[in-house]
């Protein structure tokens, strides 16, 4: 069984950052492909980042481009989203997912098998 645990969220002032972590229980950890994904109230889920196995290739909303940076440490079983100069507009519950079929780079939310609990992130503005 695969568990994901996600930490880092909380409150911040537009113009802040945050680091959020994804803490994934299973051996074969650096044969995931995992991604990062938000929901916003009365919105629906939007994909935000991915990364491959090793983390040698990564694709981001175009929303987030420039601003957020996921990786991984396979070492740790752990993968991270680097957010910075955060606006009001990116409050949302953020999640983690992994995907063990291949990989790649997958930005659909129905690819992945595995979702953690999700972590709230608000910027105030």
């Known amino acids: 069984q695969v568990q994901l645990e996600e930490s880092g969220g909380g409150l911040v002032q537009a113009g802040g950052s945050l680091r959020l972590s994804c803490a994934v229980s299973v051996r074969t950890f650096s044969r995931f492909a995992m991604g990062w994904f938000r929901q916003a109230p009365g919105k629906e889920r939007e994909f935000v980042a991915t990364?491959?196995?090793?983390?040698?290739?990564?694709r981001y909303a175009d929303s987030v481009k420039g601003r957020f940076t996921i990786s991984r440490d396979n070492g740790k079983n752990t993968v991270y989203l680097q957010m910075n100069s955060l606006k009001p507009e990116d409050t949302a519950v953020y999640y983690c997912?992994?995907?063990?079929?291949?990989?790649?780079?997958?930005?659909?939310?129905?690819?992945?098998?595995?979702w953690g609990q999700g972590t709230q992130v608000t910027v105030s503005s």
């Open positions: 990364i491959t196995w090793s983390g040698g290739s990564t």
């Open positions: 997912a992994a995907d063990g079929d291949k990989d790649y780079l997958a930005t659909e939310g129905w690819r992945y098998d595995y």
